[in-house]
């Protein structure tokens, strides 16, 4: 089975920072690799897909970068809406089987 | 609009049995591929399982492999989640998860694009 793994598990940053995460992966995953935004109490929601494909509705400030095993995922200037807990995911095909990154909350410095 | 609602949870002894359903909205159950995504109190997002548009592919994770089993019933457009034999480390939230793909160049990308709120499971004695 394939693991993920994110860093930093948390930061605390300022509204306007650059913020970086990151996730490897344990073996290849091409550029099959999503994230996702999870607010408190709330259910997750998609932010990009195969990668660097911001899914619709999705602010620009949001991108993600990497192939293989490395993969990294920016908030270009933190707004406050996005405190939350943020989430890699890969998805294999053949079989279809989903392994999530073990998150990376963001909190307010 | 695409909307998917869950149902079922509640409290279970351990060993006990419960079954979770989602009602789709917008959509049809037997059009896109339906993932179960559990998360534990305070901890992150463990997917569950998947069923493949067609009905009869199905994929479950190691952790409960032989005591859930994914199911739908394409005339209510359900999904459901039968779930046996609980244990405490079953107890989360569990959110029933539309898949979907897109063709970006040469690939073919497979995301989770409409989540429902959840119902929650508590295995307690």
């Known amino acids: 089975d394939i693991q993920m793994t994110q860093s930093p598990s948390s930061l605390s940053a300022s509204v306007g920072d650059r913020v970086t995460i990151t996730c490897r992966a344990s073996h290849s995953i091409n550029r099959y690799l999503n994230w996702y935004q999870q607010r408190p109490g709330r259910a997750p929601k998609l932010l990009i897909y195969g990668t660097s494909n911001l899914h619709s509705g999705v602010p620009s400030r949001f991108s993600g970068s990497g192939s293989g095993t490395d993969f990294t995922f920016t908030i270009s200037s933190l707004q406050p809406e996005d405190f939350a807990t943020y989430y890699c995911q890969q998805s294999s095909n053949n079989p279809r089987v989903v392994t999530f990154g073990g998150g990376t909350k963001v909190e307010i410095k | 609009q695409m909307e998917v609602v869950e149902s079922g949870g509640g409290v279970v002894k351990p060993g006990g049995s419960l079954t979770l359903s989602c009602v789709a909205s917008g959509f049809s159950v037997t059009t896109y591929g339906m993932h179960w995504v559990r998360q534990a109190p305070g901890k992150g997002l463990e997917w569950v399982a998947f069923m493949h548009y067609d009905g009869t592919t199905k994929t479950y994770a190691n952790s409960v492999k032989r005591r859930f089993t994914i199911s739908r019933d394409g005339s209510r457009n359900t999904l459901h989640l039968e779930m046996n034999s609980l244990r405490s480390e079953d107890m989360a939230v569990y959110y029933c998860?539309?898949?979907?793909?897109?063709?970006?160049?040469?690939?073919?990308?497979?995301?989770?694009?409409?989540w429902g709120k959840g119902t929650t499971v508590i295995v307690s004695s």
């Open positions: 998860v539309k898949d979907n793909k897109k063709t970006v160049g040469s690939n073919l990308f497979y995301y989770m694009d409409v």
